[in-house]
């Protein structure tokens, strides 16, 4: 079945820092990708998507392309803030399961001043 | 913006006892909601899917009887834990749609953790 894989938290990084979060899936056909963030007591909250092959999500500076060839779909930020301390999570939606996300682990990231 | 509001938050109940959580979309109409269940440190796992007015198909491994779901209004959805037991203690996420199918918007509420005794 689809299964989406993302690296383990937590990541902590002083601000400023560049951000990575490696996320590979596995599923048939062409799913869409997602990012999704989660602040502390909130509920998720779609931080970007990309719905084909090579498309790229962005959204608050934060990037991530739609890598078939490597099934992949890693969210980057060139300089993360203090507000951007959250658990982001990687997830897909096969096309004919529309709705039904399958997510990864989640990562939590800490970032301090 | 949309949003969708969980209630309670948390809870504590005995063993054996039933226990209600409540998912509404506050400024929106929802013909689907979605139920997710969150262990300790793993990813959310779907139990199921709820459409207004109809019954709710369930995720496989998903005991139908032991989580009811209903969706009798397009703000309004339920997960009733039944006869609860410690194992079932969890994070509880629900998140409904707005758009037309395919859309994939999606506003999640922010989750209400079950503990059981």
């Known amino acids: 079945g689809d299964s989406v894989t993302q690296m383990e938290g937590p990541v902590t990084l002083s601000e400023e820092a560049f951000l990575t979060i490696n996320c590979t899936y596995t599923?048939?056909?062409?799913?869409?990708l997602f990012w999704y963030v989660q602040y502390p007591g909130e509920g998720l909250q779609l931080l970007l998507k990309a719905t084909k092959a090579d498309d790229k999500g962005s959204n608050k500076g934060f990037e991530a392309t739609y890598r078939k060839e490597t099934t992949s779909f890693h969210l980057e930020k060139g300089s993360v803030q203090v507000s951007d301390s959250a658990v982001y999570f990687c997830a897909l939606t096969a096309t004919d399961s529309w709705g039904k996300l399958q997510f990864g682990a989640g990562t939590q990231v800490v970032v301090t001043p | 913006g949309a949003v969708v509001s969980q209630h309670p938050s948390r809870v504590i109940c005995k063993s054996g006892t039933s226990v209600k959580i409540e998912c509404r979309s506050l400024?929106?109409?929802?013909?689907?909601m979605f139920w997710y269940r969150q262990f300790p440190k793993k990813s959310l796992m779907l139990m199921a899917t709820s459409n207004e007015g109809s019954k709710a198909t369930y995720e496989q491994g998903v005991e139908k009887d032991k989580f009811l779901i209903n969706h009798a209004s397009l703000t309004l959805s339920t997960l009733t834990v039944t006869s609860a037991h410690p194992e079932d203690s969890s994070f509880y996420i629900c998140s409904a749609s707005r758009g037309a199918p395919g859309a994939n918007v999606l506003t999640f509420g922010a989750g209400s953790r079950l503990t059981v005794l």
């Open positions: 599923a048939t056909g062409y799913p869409s």
């Open positions: 400024d929106f109409q929802a013909t689907t």
